[in-house]
């Protein structure tokens, strides 16, 4: 199993990265919040990467942190969630942000991912909620600001939580820093 991959970051586009590894280039697909820290095309990389087998085709997953590499494998754990929802969530919610709302039993926020229905939803708090160790349910989203600023400007709460997922921890960062960042994700991703 290929647990990782260390070299050129050769093109990245809305949903993967090629990585050219001495002459070999791989295909991997990713969430946004990965892709968005990647850096250029030439830039040294590393990815974890989780390697899915079927008949017909070999697909290669790839995550800028271990967490979020665990997540992606306990969600397409979950029965009718495949790779491509896995993503989808990963891109629209970090890791801590996904885990308290799967131990808060917050419906809404999982089904507001596109591709995540109110079942699909459903399913993945009823599968997950045991599988995280002990989360409160007081501790706030690091930038529920910045998604409030961007959803007054008429984008979509994943559309939000996606541009946000990847903002730094920075406390000399200003709100206006912040959003000017946040927005920028929509300049990688369109």
């Known amino acids: 199993m290929i647990a990782g991959l260390e070299g050129l970051l050769k093109s990245l586009r809305d949903d993967r990265a090629i990585i050219d590894i001495h002459g070999i280039s791989f295909r991997v697909q990713a969430p946004t919040s990965t892709l968005s ?18 008949e017909d085709n070999l697909s290669l997953y790839g995550f800028a942190t271990t967490e979020e590499l665990r997540m992606f494998e306990l969600l397409i754990g979950v029965s009718g969630v495949g790779p491509k929802v896995a993503l989808s969530l990963l891109s629209a919610l970090s890791p801590e942000r996904l885990s308290l709302a799967v131990a808060s039993g917050n419906e809404s926020v999982l089904s507001s991912i596109s591709g ?19 989360v409160t349910t007081d501790i706030p989203y ?48 369109g």
């Open 37 to 54: 820290v990647l850096g250029s095309p030439g830039d040294k990389v590393f990815l974890h990467t989780y390697l899915q087998v079927k």
């Open 142 to 189: 690091p930038h529920d600001d910045v998604k409030a600023a961007l959803i007054s400007l008429g984008y979509s709460a994943a559309e939000a939580m996606s541009a946000t997922a990847t903002l730094p921890n920075d406390p000399d960062l200003t709100l206006e820093d912040k959003i000017k960042l946040a927005l920028k994700h929509f300049t990688k991703v």
């Open 116 to 134: 995540v229905g109110k079942k699909t939803a459903a399913r993945i708090i009823l599968e997950l909620k045991g599988k995280f160790e002990q």
